[in-house]
């Protein structure tokens, strides 16, 4: 069964970078389209990009076009999130998300704080 688990996330100020790391185990990631989503305290998940699994093709949230930008390391069966020009709107818990099929497995999130 395969596990994810979000790393890479902490406290950065306004217009830092930061970049988030899913790693799989039990099973290779290239195998699932993998998507990102945050959480802000007292808000809904959204979506914030994803990329296909055999097409590679990737999709990001308007909130993020230009800012973020999501990749695959198929050595190190990670997805990373490069996370540029943050703000203070980004703060959030983010999580990550295989999905194939009817299947879909989540990480534990990880949190990212924007403040000065």
């Known amino acids: 069964q395969l596990q994810l688990v979000e790393s890479g996330g902490g406290l950065v100020q306004p217009g830092g970078s930061l970049r988030l790391s899913c790693t799989g185990s039990?099973?290779?990631?290239?195998?699932?389209?993998i998507a990102w989503f945050r959480q802000a305290p007292g808000k809904e998940r959204e979506g914030v990009s994803c990329?296909?699994?055999?097409?590679?093709?990737?999709v990001y949230a308007e909130s993020v076009k230009g800012r973020f930008t999501i990749s695959r390391d198929n050595v190190k069966n990670t997805v990373n999130l490069q996370m540029n020009s943050l703000k203070p709107e980004d703060t959030a818990v983010y999580y990550c998300?295989?999905?194939?099929?009817?299947?879909?497995?989540w990480g534990q999130g990880t949190q990212v704080t924007v403040s000065s």
């Open positions: 990329i296909g699994g055999s097409d590679g093709n990737t």
């Open positions: 039990g099973n290779a990631l290239n195998y699932y389209a």
């Open positions: 998300k295989a999905e194939r099929g009817w299947t879909n497995y």
